[in-house]
């Protein structure tokens, strides 16, 4: 479905979508707060973006400088070109562990490559051990935001999910007692695992070593407890010195939830003595969104979720909305990269009002690569559209004021426009919206009579 | 009425006047208050007939590339004058930063997106008036639209950390009895968006609802924005939901007290 028929749905349940609109606005807010905290907060933001504009431009050598340090410090380094490789490499190495349950700290790198059905058809126990993770698998959803992927569901939501999964008592929505309850269930999966994998928040090519974020120590819970640690990550999860981490590990949590630094930032350099460290470096599309100029800077995201919960569409309308891995502004620069036909419609979704933009940490121009994706979809679509204009014709036709109205701007002041435009479906204005009072006159005739 | 400025002594502006297309259609009273008012600061206005639209509803629904004859249109009808102002944030933005590239009018069109200003913009940085005197004894709130706030920065935006400042509250600032309220979304999207109004027709319904909401908390009496555009959108919300609250374009506000 389009996004416009998602957000459609979304909307008639009025109350839950108000809450939500709300509870993504608290985390907004949270995020204003303490960004006032830190005066050189556009200095870090300028300095950041910079960094990773300096790493795209330069992305092969930090690479083969990570693989190098990292392979010196007794990680093993592996490549994927693909999604289906990545999951593979993954496969062999459980396969050569006879590893038949596995624990994942959340990781959107593997949501993209789609690993967890392709575990379950092995046969192997995947078991997300963020909460959020959790509880959204219970449910068979993916998640709906990238930081906080079950900010859809309330809390009398995960108390009846707990009731069904974990036995909790029926009707009991107190947090702590939820909480604790998912630690004992999880706990018990921790210690079964002999494979953690985790995703990776930075890579540092000086070093060699790869940072994690995670506000529930889940991801070292579950790494300190296996054998065998997989990192998965992105090739643009790069930096290329440890001192530029502080610069990101500023703006991420506070760009994400408002809070001053994420609970856990775990450096991961050389594995334990008798375990192994595995690190995938995925492309999966990322050098294809490089080649583009235009939208390569897309590529800087760290991932914080920022512009979704400032984004008005968004809020209004849920991460599933947008039907794509990556939801929100950032998704619908991103995704449109992966299969512009599936993703055409989220460009769109979009007022360009610029918040995702200046939220931002890294200052991607989002709204403007919206504006840039919306030229190429055109281009790529073209006959389609035109019929999409006939239809709006026929709306027209059906309704004498709105004909009139735009037969007046029609005549009046668009002659340059294409019919596309012309025959916009101004009955659609109308469903929410009266149209405004018809003026007597004209300013241009006004000004014929009163100025020439 | 005094006016705390320094008129331009040595040269009057010559000003080409840009009423975007709705505007003229649907709002005259906005043309005819901007072209008033900026008489009344002492520029010669000319409103340039042949004028049609800046090609910013196309743009955005991505047919830039269907807007080279607009463009080269636009920039015929005003490379001439000193300056080219607009009651509109949106429409300028566009003109400065979306209109395709035209290589045959590169001077021309460098010159036209250099010397376009948004009105409140143009009081403020180039007349160099700091506000307007009188009185306007009524609490209102005031709508950011979008493209003037984050494209033009005609003010300080809720999202990054800088000093706060709002050109067009700025000429207002003096006028006895005016409450502005500090709403709790200071500058959400009113969720307009051009074509995004009937594409997106739900949620953008929703968010004008929301935004309207707020001022109606607050007990605002009458909106105040920059852009006919958000405010017709709002507008037409306000009237289809029986809400009393009145919208209003600064320049009618402006030209109204400078009598």
Same mark, same amino acid.
């Given at each position: 479905?389009?996004?416009?028929?998602?957000?459609?749905?979304?909307?008639?349940?009025?109350?839950?979508?108000?809450?939500?609109?709300?509870?993504?606005?608290?985390?907004?807010?949270?995020?204003?707060?303490?960004?006032?905290?830190?005066?050189?907060?556009?200095?870090?933001?300028?300095?950041?973006?910079?960094?990773?504009?300096?790493?795209?431009?330069?992305?092969?050598?930090?690479?083969?400088?990570?693989?190098?340090?990292?392979?010196?410090?007794?990680?093993?380094?592996?490549?994927?070109?693909?999604?289906?490789?990545?999951?593979?490499?993954?496969?062999?190495?459980?396969?050569?562990?006879?590893?038949?349950?596995?624990?994942?700290?959340?990781?959107?790198?593997?949501?993209?490559?789609?690993?967890?059905?392709?575990?379950?058809?092995?046969?192997?126990?995947?078991?997300?051990?963020?909460?959020?993770?959790?509880?959204?698998?219970?449910?068979?959803?993916?998640?709906?935001?990238?930081?906080?992927?079950?900010?859809?569901?309330?809390?009398?939501?995960?108390?009846?999910?707990?009731?069904?999964?974990?036995?909790?008592?029926?009707?009991?929505?107190?947090?702590?007692?939820?909480?604790?309850?998912?630690?004992?269930?999880?706990?018990?999966?921790?210690?079964?695992?002999?494979?953690?994998?985790?995703?990776?928040?930075?890579?540092?090519?000086?070093?060699?070593?790869?940072?994690?974020?995670?506000?529930?120590?889940?991801?070292?819970?579950?790494?300190?407890?296996?054998?065998?640690?997989?990192?998965?990550?992105?090739?643009? /999860?790069?930096?290329?010195?440890?001192?530029?981490? *502080?610069? #990101?590990?500023?703006? $991420? %949590?506070?760009?994400?939830? @408002? +809070?001053?630094?994420?609970?856990?930032?775990?450096?991961?350099?050389?594995?334990?003595?008798?375990?192994?460290?595995?690190?995938?470096?995925?492309?999966?599309?990322?050098?294809?969104?490089?080649?583009?100029?235009?939208?390569?800077?897309?590529?800087?995201?760290?991932?914080?979720?920022?512009?979704?919960?400032?984004?008005?569409?968004?809020?209004?309308?849920?991460?599933?909305?947008?039907?794509?891995?990556?939801?929100?502004?950032?998704?619908?620069?991103?995704?449109?990269?992966?299969?512009?036909?599936?993703?055409?419609?989220?460009?769109?979704?979009?007022?360009?009002?610029?918040?995702?933009?200046?939220?931002?940490?890294?200052?991607?121009?989002?709204?403007?690569?919206?504006?840039?994706?919306?030229?190429?979809?055109?281009?790529?679509?073209?006959?389609?559209? /035109?019929?999409?204009?006939?239809?709006?014709?026929? *709306?027209? #036709?059906?309704?004498? $004021? %709105?004909?009139?109205?735009? @037969? +007046?701007?029609?005549?009046?002041?668009?002659?340059?426009?294409?019919?596309?435009?012309?025959?916009?479906?101004?009955?659609?204005?109308?469903?929410?919206?009266?149209?405004?009072?018809?003026?007597?006159?004209?300013?241009?005739?006004?000004?014929?009579?009163?100025?020439? | 009425?005094?006016?705390?400025?320094?008129?331009?002594?040595?040269?009057?502006?010559?000003?080409?006047?840009?009423?975007?297309?709705?505007?003229?259609?649907?709002?005259?009273?906005?043309?005819?208050?901007?072209?008033?008012?900026?008489?009344?600061?002492?520029?010669?206005?000319?409103?340039?007939?042949?004028?049609?639209?800046?090609?910013?509803?196309?743009?955005?629904?991505?047919?830039?590339?269907?807007?080279?004859?607009?463009?080269?249109?636009?920039?015929?009808?005003?490379?001439?004058?000193?300056?080219?102002?607009?009651?509109?944030?949106?429409?300028?933005?566009?003109?400065?930063?979306?209109?395709?590239?035209?290589?045959?009018?590169?001077?021309?069109?460098?010159?036209?997106?250099?010397?376009?200003?948004?009105?409140?913009?143009?009081?403020?940085?180039?007349?160099?008036?700091?506000?307007?005197?009188?009185?306007?004894?009524?609490?209102?709130?005031?709508?950011?639209?979008?493209?003037?706030?984050?494209?033009?920065?005609?003010?300080?935006?809720?999202?990054?950390?800088?000093?706060?400042?709002?050109?067009?509250?700025?000429?207002?600032?003096?006028?006895?009895?005016?409450?502005?309220?500090?709403?709790?979304?200071?500058?959400?999207?009113?969720?307009?968006?051009?074509?995004?109004?009937?594409?997106?027709?739900?949620?953008?319904?929703?968010?004008?609802?929301?935004?309207?909401?707020?001022?109606?908390?607050?007990?605002?009496?009458?909106?105040?924005?920059?852009?006919?555009?958000?405010?017709?959108?709002?507008?037409?919300?306000?009237?289809?939901?029986?809400?009393?609250?009145?919208?209003?374009?600064?320049?009618?506000?402006?030209?109204?007290?400078?009598?």
């Amino acid at each position: 479905m389009s996004h416009s028929e998602n957000a459609t749905l979304f909307l008639q349940n009025k109350e839950r979508a108000k809450w939500h609109d709300d509870t993504l606005w608290i985390v907004r807010q949270k995020r204003d707060a303490t960004i006032h905290q830190i005066p050189e907060w556009e200095k870090l933001r300028e300095l950041a973006s910079q960094i990773k504009d300096h790493t795209l431009s330069k992305l092969g050598y930090y690479l083969e400088e990570l693989e190098k340090n990292a392979t010196a410090n007794g990680i093993k380094v592996h490549w994927a070109d693909n999604a289906e490789e990545h999951n593979q490499i993954i496969g062999r190495i459980l396969d050569e562990k006879k590893c038949k349950a596995i624990v994942k700290s959340k990781s959107i790198l593997t949501e993209e490559c789609h690993l967890n059905p392709f575990l379950e058809e092995k046969g192997i126990e995947v078991v997300d051990t963020d909460l959020g993770e959790r509880i959204i698998q219970f449910l068979k959803q993916p998640p709906s935001h990238i930081v906080m992927p079950a900010i859809h569901l309330k809390k009398s939501d995960i108390s009846e999910i707990f009731h069904q999964k974990l036995q909790t008592e029926k009707g009991n929505t107190d947090p702590v007692y939820l909480t604790h309850a998912a630690r004992l269930h999880l706990r018990e999966k921790f210690l079964q695992a002999k494979v953690a994998i985790t995703g990776v928040n930075f890579a540092v090519a000086e070093t060699g070593e790869f940072v994690v974020c995670t506000n529930e120590g889940n991801a070292d819970m579950g790494v300190h407890l296996a054998d065998t640690h997989i990192a998965c990550m992105g090739i643009e /999860k790069l930096i290329p010195r440890r001192k530029d981490l *502080g610069v #990101f590990l500023r703006l $991420l %949590a506070r760009s994400a939830t @408002g +809070q001053s630094i994420t609970n856990y930032n775990s450096h991961f350099r050389s594995p334990s003595p008798g375990k192994e460290l595995h690190l995938i470096l995925v492309n999966n599309g990322r050098t294809r969104q490089l080649a583009r100029e235009k939208f390569r800077n897309s590529l800087k995201c760290i991932r914080c979720g920022a512009c979704m919960n400032t984004c008005p569409i968004y809020r209004r309308s849920g991460g599933f909305s947008y039907e794509s891995t990556v939801p929100g502004p950032i998704g619908s620069i991103l995704s449109p990269g992966i299969d512009l036909k599936k993703y055409s419609t989220l460009p769109f979704a979009s007022t360009l009002c610029g918040s995702c933009s200046d939220v931002c940490p890294v200052k991607i121009n989002i709204h403007e690569q919206l504006y840039e994706w919306r030229q190429e979809i055109t281009k790529a679509q073209g006959s389609s559209i /035109k019929g999409m204009s006939m239809k709006m014709a026929n *709306g027209i #036709f059906k309704s004498p $004021l %709105a004909y009139k109205i735009s @037969g +007046q701007l029609m005549r009046a002041s668009l002659k340059t426009l294409p019919d596309s435009i012309i025959y916009n479906p101004l009955n659609a204005w109308g469903k929410g919206r009266n149209l405004p009072d018809l003026p007597a006159e004209s300013f241009k005739t006004w000004y014929k009579k009163n100025r020439k | 009425m005094k006016i705390h400025y320094n008129r331009m002594k040595t040269h009057t502006p010559h000003i080409g006047l840009f009423i975007p297309c709705y505007i003229d259609q649907f709002y005259p009273n906005v043309a005819i208050a901007t072209l008033e008012l900026l008489e009344k600061l002492g520029c010669k206005v000319t409103y340039p007939l042949g004028q049609t639209c800046c090609g910013q509803p196309m743009a955005n629904s991505g047919f830039e590339s269907d807007t080279v004859g607009t463009t080269s249109k636009f920039i015929r009808d005003f490379a001439e004058f000193d300056y080219i102002v607009a009651p509109s944030g949106s429409c300028v933005l566009h003109v400065k930063d979306h209109s395709p590239k035209l290589e045959k009018l590169q001077k021309n069109q460098e010159y036209v997106q250099s010397h376009i200003y948004e009105l409140s913009e143009f009081i403020t940085d180039v007349l160099k008036i700091d506000s307007i005197q009188g009185s306007f004894p009524h609490k209102i709130g005031f709508h950011a639209s979008c493209h003037g706030l984050r494209g033009l920065r005609l003010a300080s935006d809720s999202e990054r950390n800088e000093p706060v400042f709002n050109k067009t509250l700025q000429l207002m600032k003096d006028l006895e009895g005016l409450e502005v309220v500090e709403l709790t979304r200071k500058d959400e999207c009113c969720g307009f968006g051009g074509t995004f109004a009937v594409s997106e027709e739900a949620i953008s319904v929703q968010m004008g609802k929301d935004r309207i909401a707020d001022h109606v908390d607050k007990g605002v009496e009458i909106i105040v924005g920059g852009d006919m555009s958000c405010i017709m959108h709002m507008q037409g919300i306000a009237s289809r939901d029986n809400e009393k609250i009145r919208l209003m374009h600064f320049a009618e506000i402006l030209n109204q007290i400078i009598s």
